[in-house]
């Protein structure tokens, strides 16, 4: 079975995420966007953290019959590494993005001073 | 006839010491030909030097790598429309005497992307450490397996294009490390591409830009490279006429 004070520190625990989350985005310091996977993170492992007897059903399926808050730990690790995944795409994106106006900028500034001195001759 | 429209593309990179006569000497091939230097945001006079030498050039606001810097290039070289686009080293590597040879089959109609080859002639000069032969080699096997035509030296960047190439690879080229996948690129994409044999000479100034971290990163990163490249699909272009 799952100790009661682990739940009530995985409850806490993702309560904080959660609130940290939102005000994040409040302040426009975090996009909509990337909140999503986090705020999914919280209310999952909220819902696992309460729900007590489902998170020692699901550790029952998966094996775990030491320390069913271990799913808690696994479920954790999963989305951190979606949330990171996530992350390397948009980096890649970015990155695409990026070299794009860097090549753009020294097109147009070379079209720019071309046409400069051509009004200038 | 009207003079064909060339553009010679030379990314540079810190070549301060060497790209005035790498200008020089492309003036010297054809003097008509436009020259446009990339600066891949070098902190030394590669700009000012180039310039001063009557070169175009292009800035990179930061370092992009050789082939953003050569994509850059080949951009200009669309948007200015020209038909043909050679692409040499700032370094000083390609000889540019050996222009004539590249052009060639594309000026023939029977190629689009024409590379200097090392090894197109096994009676060649060139004799690179065994370590760095292998890898050309073994990159050469892989290109010619997933690209079904053989190519005997991926690793070279000194080529020609005509309008299709140059309209390829303004879109479709890899930002670092690129030679070995734009072949397979431009294989993919039906691209007829033939191999000219040409020296290679020893770098004029400057340091190489591959140290031994990096030749393990550019071992991985181009071998992950090609297999994604090889699940890809490319859009087949149409035969040019």
Known sequence: MTPVRASVAGAIASLILILVVVELVRGRRLKERYALLWLATGIVLLVLSVWRDGLNTIAGWLGVTGYPPAVLFAVATLFIMLVLLHYSTVISRLTDENVDLAQRIALLEERLNRSEQQQAD | ?241
């Open chain 2, 1 to 241: 006839m009207t003079h064909e429209r060339l553009v010679a593309v030379v990314p540079a990179w810190n070549e301060a010491g060497a790209i005035g006569r790498v200008v020089e000497e492309i003036k010297a091939f054809d003097p008509a030909m436009e020259i446009v230097v990339v600066d891949d945001a070098s902190t030394d006079e590669t700009a000012i030097v180039a310039e001063a030498h009557g070169a175009t050039v292009l800035r990179l606001l930061f370092n992009v790598g050789i082939g953003g810097a050569v994509q850059t290039g080949l951009r200009y070289a669309r948007d200015e429309g020209y038909e043909i686009a050679v692409r040499l080293d700032g370094d000083g590597q390609h000889d540019a005497s050996e222009l004539g040879k590249l052009l060639e089959p594309i000026r023939a109609g029977e190629a689009d992307i024409v590379i200097g080859s090392r090894f197109v002639d096994p009676g060649g000069a060139y004799r690179p450490p065994f370590a760095r032969r292998l890898g050309i080699r073994v990159f050469a096997r892989l290109v010619s397996l997933l690209g079904g035509q053989k190519v005997t030296d991926t690793t070279s960047g000194f080529l020609a294009l005509n309008r299709r190439g140059i309209e390829l690879f303004a879109t479709e080229y890899p930002h670092d490390y690129p030679e070995v996948e734009a072949t397979l690129v431009g294989l993919r994409s039906g691209l007829r591409l033939e191999q000219v044999q040409v020296d290679m000479r020893e770098r004029q100034a400057g340091t190489s830009s591959i140290t031994f971290v990096r030749s393990l990163y550019y071992i991985v990163k181009v071998t992950l490279a090609l297999l994604v490249a090889s699940l890809r699909r490319y859009p087949r272009l149409e035969p040019s006429q």
